[in-house]
């Protein structure tokens, strides 16, 4: 079954702390895998994708196959980083619908 | 450019009734999706639209649930007969093309309540 699992409901941390949101995958294949963030009062917006391979907000995320896991990671919080955190798994065949996560709230504290 | 509109952003109303929930996606896109997201839960798939046709509808639960896309761009999602476990936020989310690297952006959503 496709699957994607967030431990982790809430996560607090100083500012300044290092960050890590956990996302694991259950998929047969190989699926594409992107972090979604939600600020207080707004949309679902995209943060990164795992293609991309880029750095968006000091946020990274590697994608580890042999583990299933596709954590996002920061090395120093800031308090605007204060939102909810979705991981979502996308198939690489048949309809594109997003499989999500239950979602990670990440508070940063002064 | 503008984004995914939804409308009404929050809808009230009464077990057994009808209600419909509508999305505008960004002009362009042909791929549309709605999302239904529910108390402490991640945002789960309804159906998929590719142009005008629902390409994939697997994630509507029961047959009160239907959706229309009649000239490939704006969609309504119809709920018939009301219950109150419909209560929930629904999302809409379109792609320029349905691509599994294709990013969706996401409307504000319709909080539906089913009192």
């Known amino acids: 079954a496709q699957r994607v699992t967030q431990p982790e409901k809430l996560l607090s941390v100083f500012k300044g702390a290092p960050v890590e949101l956990k996302c694991n995958y259950s998929?047969?294949?190989?699926?594409?895998l992107f972090w979604y963030v939600q600020y207080s009062r707004q949309r679902l917006q995209l943060l990164l994708r795992?293609?991309s391979r880029e750095s968006i907000k000091g946020f990274t995320a590697d994608l580890n196959k042999g583990e299933t896991s596709f954590h996002l990671k920061k090395p120093f919080a800031q308090e605007e980083d204060s939102a909810m955190y979705y991981c979502a798994l996308s198939p690489t065949s048949g309809t594109y619908k997003y499989i999500f996560g239950t979602g990670t709230r990440l508070k940063v504290l002064a | 450019g503008a984004g995914v509109s939804q409308t009404p952003s929050n809808k009230v109303t009464e077990k057994g009734k009808y209600v419909e929930l509508r999305c505008d996606p960004i002009?362009?896109?042909?791929?549309l999706y709605w999302y239904r997201q529910s108390l402490g839960q991640g945002p789960e798939f309804l159906i998929y639209?590719?142009?005008?046709?629902?390409?994939?509808d697997s994630g509507l639960p029961n047959d009160r649930f239907f959706a229309v896309r009649p000239e490939g761009s704006v969609s309504t999602l119809k709920i018939q007969r009301t219950e109150r476990g419909d209560s929930a936020v629904y999302l809409c989310a379109s792609s320029f093309d349905p691509d599994s690297t294709d990013t969706q952006y996401f409307g504000p959503g319709t909080r539906l309540t089913v009192l």
């Open positions: 795992h293609i």
């Open positions: 639209f590719q142009g005008t046709g629902a390409a994939d």
């Open positions: 002009s362009g896109h042909t791929a």
């Open positions: 998929y047969s294949g190989s699926p594409e």
